[in-house]
């Protein structure tokens, strides 16, 4: 994952929490800078899931090329590590065509993955993987997570009763051998260095980027959010899909198979990710290598310090 002579390919982060204006960011620096843009959004994968996941709009893809988008069907179970091997063979194709690499999103374990590497936890196991979702679908998150609480209360304090994935994930880790998948992560210590990265986030005071939240819900709804969860539902994709079990998709199929009325359903969707952004936010936080920057007002910033990366 490195250039010819030796040296690591430089990338550049654009990362930050839903809702805080990373898609234009992105553009704006590729445009600038020569670059193509690689997703690092988990759910932007999908083809099919495009209202709900907030993908760049057709006019913003015409002036870019965007990689990792529309790449699998939603009934794809699309892992971590499914996303480092693609995205590091688009970084190392736009690098050896000579263009710079814009990498956006908000998903911070994809994020982690590409950058450091990841743990070398056992592959997944269907049988326990099914057993463990049929599991989670009759009890809920809460009293999943209180199990894996009692297996591996380093994991279960860092996810959310909603995290159903990774819960199911570490839980079928411990399944499988007994340990806890913290274990794995402390061995792994996330110390590789894969490519060479200049990394921004967003800020966003926390009102105002709540404030957007909501207002990107509403504009979802008035786009026809509803008609095309409507479509995937016709189309096969269950309400148990991983893709489907996403914030928006579930509050809306929900609605659509009379179990919510649409008024809870918004509530819900607006509530979740209000809590994801606060999440994603934590996340980032932690990362003492992301430069911090109101945008648009410091594009200018971002600028220089891209101008100085390179």
Not at 30 to 46: K, L, P, T
Not at 110 to 131: I, K, Q
Not at 172 to 185: A, D, F, I, L
Not at 191 to 197: H, W
């Amino acid at each position: 994952m490195a250039a010819g002579s030796g040296e690591q390919i430089r990338v550049v982060v654009i990362a930050g929490p839903t809702a805080s204006g990373k898609t234009e960011a992105a553009i704006r620096l590729a445009e600038r800078f020569d670059g193509e843009i690689v997703n690092a959004d988990s759910m932007q994968v999908y083809r099919g899931m495009d209202i709900g996941t907030a993908k760049p709009t057709p006019e913003q893809r015409g002036r870019v090329p965007h990689h990792l988008i529309d790449i699998v069907a939603p009934d794809v179970n699309f892992t971590a590590s499914d996303f480092r091997r693609e995205a590091s063979a688009a970084i190392a194709e736009i690098h050896r065509r000579g263009r710079r690499v814009f990498i956006v999103g908000g998903t911070g374990l994809y994020l982690r993955a590409l950058l450091e590497g990841l743990v070398d936890a056992p592959a997944m196991d269907d049988a326990v993987r099914r057993e463990l979702e049929e599991l989670s679908a009759r009890i809920g998150g809460e009293r999943m997570l209180a199990q894996l609480a009692a297996a591996d209360p380093a994991t279960a304090a860092r996810l959310h009763p909603n995290d159903l994935v990774r819960i199911v994930r570490a839980l079928e880790v411990h399944r499988q051998t007994g340990r806890p998948v913290s274990s794995y992560r402390e061995e792994h210590g996330f110390g590789g260095r894969y490519f060479n990265a200049l990394k921004f986030g967003l800020q966003v005071e926390r009102q105002e980027l709540y404030r957007r939240v909501e207002a990107r819900v509403d504009r979802m709804l008035a786009e026809g959010f509803i008609d095309e969860v409507r479509r995937l539902l016709h189309a096969g994709y269950g309400p148990g899909l991983k893709a489907m079990r996403a914030i928006g998709y579930k509050e809306i199929a929900a609605f659509l198979h009379g179990d919510c009325p649409l008024d809870e359903a918004v509530r819900l969707m607006k509530r979740d990710t209000r809590r994801y952004a606060k999440r994603q936010l934590t996340w980032f936080r932690a990362d003492r290598e992301i430069i911090w920057l109101e945008y648009p007002d410091n594009f200018a910033t971002m600028c220089s310090h891209v101008i100085e990366f390179y």
